[in-house]
C-alpha cells in the first residue's frame, strides 16, 4: 500500500491503508466495536451512534506547524469534545482511540436501551434469534433492566410483506438503513425507502410490485435484527438446530458460493430438507452477495417428479427397469452402434460428469456436443479474465466493455459488481443493440443493428477511424475487461462478438495483466468445465443429432426447448439420457438414466473467470439414482472394459487433473483452502452473527492463462465486419432475435414455488414504431409464428431497440436458439 | 409510498391554534375522506405561513395558494372548490400584502439597526431604492479596491459571527472554502428558519432582500466562488418572491451574472424552496434537500467546506450573517467591532414573544443584559405580573430564571448559562408559566422534528417526552428528575445533528433552575402556576357567586349546577378543566386550586 497509517486503539497499535474507518482498523486487531448501521460494503452513515468512541489525535502548535509534545517526551493529544462514530471517521496518523472507557460504554449502553425500549422482545419466535447482532450486544452491552415502562413500547405491525419474497417486521427494525443503502447504492433499484419522519419511521416499498428487485434476498442477510425475513425462511426454523453445507449456485456463469442450511423434518418424513440458501463469503467471486434466483431457486430438487428408476424402451414403451438390465441395454446398443456416436452435454454438469462422457465419446469416437449457443470457450484458456481477485476489486485505471449482453439478467452478480467498480472509478462501454441496465453507469455507449455485433466491437480498437470517443477511452486504459454476452446472437454471431473481443484485447496490449482479459457471460454455471473437458457447441445440432447412430444426452432437454431438435432425435437410432425428470427428450430415449441433482452429491464446477470450485452433498440422495459420472463411467466399463476405480467424485477429478494441463495439481483438497479474507465478514457477531457468511469450505482456484503465463499462443483472425443478418427494409417478416430473462421458466425456476410466482411471462419486446406498423401496442397480444407453429407473447416496447426486430427471451416458451425470421400478426 | 397530487400545509402555531386550527385540520382531514380524496392529498402541520393574524390559515401546494380566515364551516365548500372542482377558492385567498413594512415601528430605546435599517423604509421590489441607500456600493469597493484576502480579513477583524446559532466566525469559514483549489464551490444562504415564532430572517428577505445578495456576493467573491443558493422555506412565499424579483434586477443590472461590475468575477444565485421540516436548517439536511435527497443530517466532519454540496466545498451562512456584510466593508471593521462586547460584536435582530408588553422584532447590540431586553426594549411584564423565565435560542435554548436577568447577550454567556444563542428567538414568561409544561411544549417539538435517523434522537426525545408528560399528568413518581437528567445528558453526548443534541437543553435547564416545580408536580402533585390540567381544580367561591348561570350555560360538559340567583358548582368528576368558566365568569367567582 501506498499510504499507510499507524495508530493506537485499546493501546494497541496497529497499521492500516489510509482511509480505512476506525472500526475496520479495530477489526483487524480483533477489536469488536459494536455497529448497527455500518456495513463494511457501504458506504457509513453514522446514524445509529453505537460506535461511539473517544478519539484523541496529536496536538498541533497553530503557529509553528509542529507536533505539541508532553514532558515526556510523547505526542501531546487532544481528544474532541464529543465522541465520534467510528464507523465513519477515517484513521489518522499518531490516532489513539479509546473504544472500552466508561464513557463509551455508557454511551453504547444508552444506545441499546434506546434500541431494546422499542423493540418487541420478540427473540423467543425471531428467525433471528441466536445470530441477531442485537441479541448478542445487547448480552454484552445491556442493563439488566430498563428505565421505561414497557406499557409504553411503541407498536408497529409485524407482518408487512413488502412483495412475495421478503416480509417486513416494523416493530423490530432499528431503522439502520442497511436495507435502504443496499438497495439504492449496490442494486440500483431504491424501491425500499424510509417514510415518516422521528419515531414514526418506517421502512416501506415504493414499486408495484412490491420490492421489485431481483437482489432483495440480500437485505435480509445484511438487516442486523429479524426485520426483514424472506418468505421462504420466516418460521422456517431456528438457527442452531441447522447443519450447513458448502455449495456453489448453478444458474450462471458466475459461480456464486453459497451455504444450505438444512435440517431433518418430521413433515418431509423425515428426510433431510434445506431451510434456505444463504452466501458465503468469496471475495473473488460473489463477495457476500447472491441474487433472488440463486436464493430461492434450490426447490427444484425436491420436487416430487423426479426418476427413481432407470427406464427402458420395451415394444415401444418406456417401463422401469433394473440398473444392471439399463446399462447391460447401454452397452450392447453403444458396441453395435458405436461407430457414428454423439454425446450432447450442458454445463449443468460438473467437470467430473463432464469428463467420463467425454472419455465414452472418445473411446467410441464420437463427437462430444456442448448445448449452449455461445462460442469463445476456447479463447478463454489462452486469454481469459483471470484476476484472482475477480471483479471485486476492480477500480480505476480498468476499462470493462461489455458487449452484446444484458448483463442484469444474464450474470446479476457481475452486473453489480461491474456497477461497483464503476462507481470506484473504472471506465465502462456498452456495446448492445438496445439499452440495457448498464448504460447509465456507462462513459460511452456504442448501438449497432443485430448482426453488426463484431463490427462494433472493433470499432473501439483505439487505431480504428470509427473509434472515437470510446476509441480513447480504452487507449488510456491500463486494464481491459471485455464481457461479451448472448444478447440478440445465437452461435455463429457468437462466434464473430467472441473474435472481435480477443482482437480488441490483442490490439490493446494489455494482455498479460492480469487485471485484463476476456469474460464470456455464459448461460450456465459450468460451461467453461465442459469447453476444457472438451466439448464444443455445433452449428446445426439438428443435423448432427438425426445422423447419429447412437446418441447420449446429460443436462439436456433439447427436445423440450426446440420442435427441430425433437425431430431430429427422432431421427436418431439409438438415445441414452440422462436425467432427473422425465422431460421431452427423456420421452424420446430409449434409456433413461436417474441422476441425481447436484444437492445430492459433490463435484466441481469451472465459472466463467476459470476459477475451479467444489460442492458438497447437501441433501440425500434420492434412493435409485446415481450421479453422472458415475453412470457413465459404468456403461464405459462395458462397453470398453475400462476399470471402474474411480467411483467417487475426487478421484474423477483426479484423474481429469492429470490429463488436463490447467487443471494440473489441483484436488478437492487444494479448492477446499481459504485464506483470511476481508472485509472481515465472519467472525463473531459484529457485522453479522452465527453462522453465515463464513467461508471454511473453499475458495476454490482461479486458473492461469497462456496469456499471463506468456506462454506462445495464437489468436483467431480478426472476424469479418460483415454484417452477419439479412437486409431487413423491404421484408414483410421480423427479424427476432434471443434474449435472456433471468426468472425464466427454465426446469429449475419451474420447480421454485416461491420464484414462480415472479417468472415471466413471454414477451416481444419491440421498437413501437414496429409495434404500430403491426399494428399492435404495448400490452397486447401478439401471434408469433416460427417454423410454421404460433406463439403468444405480449408485446412490450422500447425505442432503444432497432426496428424491425422483435426480441424474444430464451426459456419461456418460445424456441429460438439464433436469430430467425419470424411472422409477427395481431 | 403514496405520491399526493397536493399538500396542504397547516398553520399550527400558537396563535393559530387558539383560533382553531386544530379543529379545522381535523374537519380537513374527515372531508378529505369522505370526498375520497385522503390518498391523493396529505395534510401538513407547519408554523408561520403568514403572521397568524388571520389565522386559521393554510398553504395548499404546488399551487401555492394562501388561505386564511378559515372555519369549520368554510372546510367542505374549500375541498369541494379547490380539490374537486379545481378552482381557487378565492373569498379565503390571503390578499398580497403591501410591501411597507407595519410589524416594524421605529426603533425602540437601546436598539440599533444595522440588519434591519432599511426594513420599512425602502420598497424590497425595486433595486434603485436600496442602491439610493449606499447598496452594492460595499460590492463595488470590494471587486474594485479589495482582494479576496482583504475582505476574508476585513470580515474576520469585524469580529461577525455565524447568526444561524453556532457563532463560527463567518469568514474563518470562507477563508476554509477559499483555501480548495477548483471552482466548484458552493455558497448557500440558510434561509430556513425553522425556529417556532421566529421571523428576524423573513423580515430582511421580505423587506431588503438585496442587503443578502450584496452579502452573498461578497462572501462569494471572497471565497472564490461562481454558484449559490438561497434556501428559502415554502412557508416564505413572499420571501421567496420578494428574492426572485431582486436577483433579477441585481442580474440585469450585471450585480450578479457574468463579469460582475466589469471585475471578471462570476457569480450566480438560484432560490431553491424547503419543504418544511424544521431539521432541514441543520445545515447537512439542507444540502441533502437541495441534492433532492430526504432532508437527513450526516455526520461532520467532513465539514461542508470540505464535502458539502454535491461533495463539493460549500459554504453555508445564515441570512443575517450576509446581510451584516456589506455594511461592515462600508464601514469598516472597526466600526462594527465597536459595537458589542469582548467576544460578540455587532448586533443581533430578535423576534421576542410571550408576556412582554412589546412583542416583535428588535436589533440591539450584543453585550445589552437581559433585564435590558426584557424592561427597556421591550417594556416590561404585561398587565404588571412578575417575570418568571426568558427563554433564548429557539427549540434547543434554555430558560433563565430572574437570577440570571443581569447576563450579558452573548454566545458565551448564554452557553455558559445553560442556554444558547440560537438563532435569536426569546420567549418571555410571567408568573403564570408552568416550567414542566414549557419543557414539555419543547420537547414535544423536538421529537415530532427530529427526522429519526439516529437512535437517541429517534427514541430519545420521545421517552423524555413520555416521562414529562406522566410528570403533567400528576403521574409522577420518586426518580424520574434522575432518569430525566440523565437521559438529557445521553442525548446531549450521542445524538448525530444539533437538533438531537440541543433538544434536551430545555428539560436541562428548567431542571438546573426550576426543579422545586418538578418536585411539585411529582411529590405534591401540584402545579404551581396552576397550568397542568390534571393537577389543578376549579372552584366556585359560593360567597362571590351571583347565580347568574353564565357558566353553566358555556361549561362545553354540562359540569356546573345550580339554581338561578343561587350559588353555582363545579362537579370535579365532569369538569374537563378548560377554565371557560373562569374566562366568561363576569365577577371573578371562579378560583384554581
Ligand atoms: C436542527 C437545526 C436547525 C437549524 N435551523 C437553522 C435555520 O433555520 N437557519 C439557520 O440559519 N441555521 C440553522 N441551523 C444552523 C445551521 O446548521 C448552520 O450552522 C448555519 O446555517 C450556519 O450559518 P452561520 O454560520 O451563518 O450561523 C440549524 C441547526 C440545527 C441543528
Ligand atoms: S429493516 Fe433491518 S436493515 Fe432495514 S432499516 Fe430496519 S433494521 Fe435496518
Ligand atoms: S439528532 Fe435527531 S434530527 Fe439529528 S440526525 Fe439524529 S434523529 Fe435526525
Ligand atoms: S453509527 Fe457507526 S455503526 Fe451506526
Redesign the pocket.
Known sequence: MANEITLTIDGKQVTVPAGTLIVDAARELGIDIP????HPKME?V??????LVEVGRPMVDRATNQPVMEADGTPKLQFGPKME????TPVSAGMVVIGMSDKVKAARNDVLEFLLTSHPLDCPICDKGGECPLQNLTMGFGKGSSRFEFEDKQHNQKHVPLGELIYLDRERCIQCGRCVRFQKDLADDPVIGFYQRGRNLVIDTSSEPGFDSIFSGNTTDICPVGALTTADFRFGARPWELKSAASLCNHCAVGCNLTYNTRREAKSDGNVVIKRAMPRQNEAVNEIWLCDKGRFGYHFAESHQRLEKPLIRKDGELVESTWDEALDMAAKELRAYGFRFVSLASGRLSNEDLYEIKQLTENLHGQACLYSPMAGGDLTPLIGYADPQGLSRVGKGTVIVVAASNLHQEAPIWWMQVRAAVKRGAKLIVVNARSTRLDKFASAVVRYRFGREAEAVLSLVPAAETSGESGKIIAAAENLVVLYGSDGIGLEGSRQVAAASAELLRASNLLGKPGSGLLPVWQRANDQGAWDTGFTPVDDLAKVVSEADGVLIAGADPAGDHPAYAAALKKAKFIIVQEQFLTKTAQLADIVFPVQSMLERDGSYTNGTRRVQRFMPVVEKLPGTRPDYLVTAQVRQKVVHSNLEFISAAQVFMVLAAHLPDYQNLTYATLMETVPQHPILGRSDVYYGGTSFENRQGLGVQLGTAANRRDKYSLPAAPSTQNQLPDLEHAEELMAVPVAELLDTGTITQKSVLLGKRTSTPFALMHPKTAQQKGLAAGDKAKISLAGVTYQAVVRVDESVPTLHVLLPRSLGIPLDKPVLVKVIQ | MKYFRSHILVCKDPDCIHKGAHEVMDALQDELVAEGLINEIQVLETSRIGNCWNGPEMMVYPEGIHYTNLTVDDIPYLVEEHFLKGRIATRFVEPEKSVKDEELGAPKSKEIRVVLRNCGKIDPENIEDYIAEDGYAALGKALTEMSPTQVIETVLASGLRGRGGAGFPAARKWSFVAAKQGSDKFLICNADEGDPGAFMNRRVLESDPHAVLEGMIIAAYAAGIKQGYIYCRAEYPIAVKTLNIAINQARAMGLLGKDILGSGFDFDLEVRMGAGAFVCGEETALMASIEGKRGEPRPRPPFPADSGLWGKPSNVNNVETYANVPQIILKGADWYASMGNEKSKGTKTFAIAGDVNNTGLIEVPFGISLREIVFDVCGGIKDGKQFKAIQTGGPMGGCLPASQLDLPMDYESMTAAGSMMGSGGLIVMDEDTCMVDIARFFMEFTQDESCGKCTPCRVGTRRILEILNRICEGKGRHGDIETLELLCKEIKSTSLCGLGQGAPTPVESTLKHFREEYEAHIFQKKCPAKVCKSLISYEIQPDICTGCTVCSRNCPVEAINGERRQAHKIDPDVCVRCGICMQVCNFNAIIVN
Open positions: 455497529v448497527f448501521c455500518y457509513p453514522g446514524m445509529c451512534r453505537m460506535c462514530t467510528a464507523c465513519t
